[in-house]
C-alpha cells in the first residue's frame, strides 16, 4: 500500500471565521479517535485534494502536525453543496495494530456482452461495501468484471466478491446485489378513448335536452303571444 502524506498546522481559528480560511486557500480540519484528544488542524487545500485522490477513505495517510506523525484514515469529508469544494474534514487517528472499520468503494470495469448487445442494461445497486480488517490490510477498492454479465437477470452479489477472509471481514449484507443487468423498460403506448355509439346518443340527447331548455329570444317570445291570441276563445255575447 502507498504512503500518503500531509503537512498541517495547528487551528487557531475556529466557528464560522473558518470561512477565511478558505477564502485563502486552506482547509479546516480535525484529528479524533480512540484515546485521543481531538485537535483542530489546518492543512493547503491544494495538498489535500491531491492525496484524497490517491488514499481515498480507505488509505493510509501520514499527517504531521509540529514535531509529531500520526496514522490517519479521511473519514468524513464535507462539501460545498453547489461547488462539490471540500469546506472540512475529519481524520480518524487510528492504531495501525487494531481493526477498524472502513467503506470501500466499488468500481466496475469492463463491458457486459448483454448491455453492449442491446439486451439490458447494467445497473450498479451499491457503490461502497463496508468492511472491517487492520489499517495496513483495508481494501483500495473492489473490481466488478462486467465481461461476465451475458444474460438478463444475471448479477453480482456482495457474497460473490474476492476477499482475503482471514484479513477483512465484510459487514455489508452478503445476498444484497451489487450490481445486474435489468431488462429494457417497455414504454406504455397511450390509447385514444374510443367513444362508444351509447355514449354518441347520450351526446344526442342531452343536446336535445339542452335545445328544450334553451331560453327563447325576443322574436320567439312574440311569435309565441301571437299563437296564444289566435288560439284564445272568444268571449259569447249575452
Known amino acids: 500500500m502507498d504512503k500518503h502524506t500531509l503537512k498541517a498546522e495547528k487551528r487557531k481559528i475556529l466557528g464560522q471565521k473558518v470561512k477565511t480560511l478558505r477564502k485563502e486557500g486552506v482547509l479546516p480540519a480535525n484529528i479524533y479517535g480512540k484515546k485521543v484528544k481531538s485537535l483542530a488542524i489546518q ?109 438478463v437477470d444475471m448479477a453480482v452479489l456482495v457474497k460473490d466478491l474476492d476477499v482475503d477472509k482471514k484479513k477483512v471481514e465484510i459487514k455489508s449484507d452478503l445476498e444484497q446485489i451489487l450490481v445486474k443487468v435489468e431488462p429494457p423498460r417497455k414504454e406504455e403506448e397511450v390509447i385514444a378513448p374510443v367513444e362508444t355509439e351509447e355514449e354518441e346518443e347520450v351526446t344526442e340527447e342531452g343536446e336535445e335536452s339542452s335545445e328544450e331548455g334553451k331560453v327563447p329570444e325576443e322574436g320567439e317570445k312574440e311569435e309565441k303571444k301571437e299563437e296564444k291570441t289566435e288560439d284564445k276563445p272568444e268571449k259569447k255575447e249575452k
Open 43 to 151: 492543512i493547503p487545500m491544494n495538498e489535500f485534494e491531491k492525496v484524497y485522490k490517491k488514499a481515498g477513505e480507505t488509505g493510509i495517510i501520514e499527517i504531521a502536525v509540529d514535531s509529531s506523525k500520526r496514522p490517519v484514515l479521511i473519514n468524513n469529508v464535507q462539501v460545498h453543496p453547489v461547488t462539490d469544494m471540500p469546506i472540512h474534514v475529519d481524520f480518524l487517528q487510528i492504531d495501525l495494530k487494531e481493526k477498524v472499520t472502513a467503506d470501500v468503494p466499488v468500481d466496475l470495469i469492463g463491458e457486459s456482452p448483454a448491455e453492449k448487445s442491446g439486451l439490458g442494461t447494467v445497473v450498479q445497486q451499491m457503490n461502497e461495501i463496508e468492511v472491517e480488517a487492520l489499517p495496513t490490510d483495508l481494501p483500495e477498492k473492489f473490481e466488478i468484471d462486467l465481461s461476465k454479465l451475458t444474460k
